[in-house]
């Protein structure tokens, strides 16, 4: 099934789940719509679940032109989603690149989003590494123009991936097959006008301040380069949790799914309660002990 987007791509999504509020998955760089298949197993029994494949990713169309890619059309096109299937709120739950889709989504349209749960986002948004990330990432876009099903073998035993071939070595040979399928179009244009564009964190920290949206921010511990910007997150949010998995890397849903689905699980029941509240103004991180 496809909805369109506002420039006229056709995305491919996918729905499990009748009843309960919705929530709407963004896949990684790394991943493609089935890479949420153990949360399309386990949240329908309480949600709607949808989830579906960026452009530039089959079955989705896949633009020629790298200015039909950016992180703004990102957040555009997960709301094009809930448009076309004519949904008003959802929570929305990212991974990766998807996380900072869902986090512009939540900055954009804040009205649109019960929540936000960004995991596994970060890179490129360090200023120390900002130039080394923007120059590996044009390299990663050109070894997947010219050999997609080779470089993906590389790609895949990144070292935040290797976890994953320890913990689950099946589940990890799955991520790596759905990875040598990307198109080389697609993923040289997402690397190049996405990834090697979207702001960083520290850049939005005034807008990141006003977003009162609940947010959980979800990293492992042995993914390095997420760790500060999921800190800066969670000191800047209004209305942010953040949880660190141990001996974990990026790719969470897949790597510890069971824990992945229970804290989000969580976090969603929190915020339909209302008990996902903002940081009480009491709780002054620049206080050390209260002496007065």
Not at 10 to 21: F, P, Q, R, V
Not at 195 to 203: A, G, K, N, T
Not at 277 to 285: E, L
């Amino acid at each position: 099934m496809f909805v369109t987007s506002k420039d006229g791509i056709k995305l491919y999504y996918e729905t499990a789940g009748e009843t309960g509020t919705p929530i709407l998955f963004i896949h990684e760089f790394g991943g493609n719509y089935d890479a949420w298949e153990p949360q399309m197993n386990f949240f329908p029994r309480r949600n709607r679940c949808i989830t579906y494949a960026a452009r530039g990713y089959a079955p989705s169309d896949i633009p020629a032109d790298v200015e039909q890619y950016s992180q703004v059309i990102a957040a555009e096109d997960a709301l094009a989603v809930l448009d076309g299937l004519g949904i008003e709120k959802a929570h929305i739950v990212g991974l990766s690149m998807g996380g900072f889709a869902t986090l512009h989504f939540g900055l954009r349209f804040p009205e649109r989003a019960l929540s936000l749960t960004v995991a596994g986002a970060g890179y490129g948004t360090e200023r120390a590494t900002a130039d080394y990330f923007r120059n590996t990432s044009l390299k990663v876009a050109g070894n997947f123009e010219k050999d997609p099903v080779g470089f993906s073998k590389i790609y895949a035993l990144g070292a935040s991936r290797v976890q994953f071939q320890n913990k689950d070595p099946r589940g990890w040979a799955a991520f790596a097959e759905r990875l040598s399928r990307h198109s080389a179009v697609g993923a040289a244009n997402t690397m190049r006008g996405v990834q090697c564009r979207r702001p960083s964190f520290w850049d939005l920290e005034d807008e990141l301040k006003k977003m009162a949206v609940p947010t959980l921010i979800m990293t492992g511990d042995e993914d390095d380069h997420c760790l500060q910007p999921s800190i800066f997150l969670k000191k800047t949010l209004p209305a942010a949790g953040l949880t660190i998995l141990p001996k974990t890397g990026h790719t969470l849903n897949l790597e510890e799914p069971a824990l992945f689905n229970m804290l989000v699980s969580d976090f969603i029941a929190q915020v339909e309660a209302g008990a996902w509240k903002v940081r009480d103004p009491r709780a002054d991180p620049g206080q050390v002990m209260r002496t007065e």
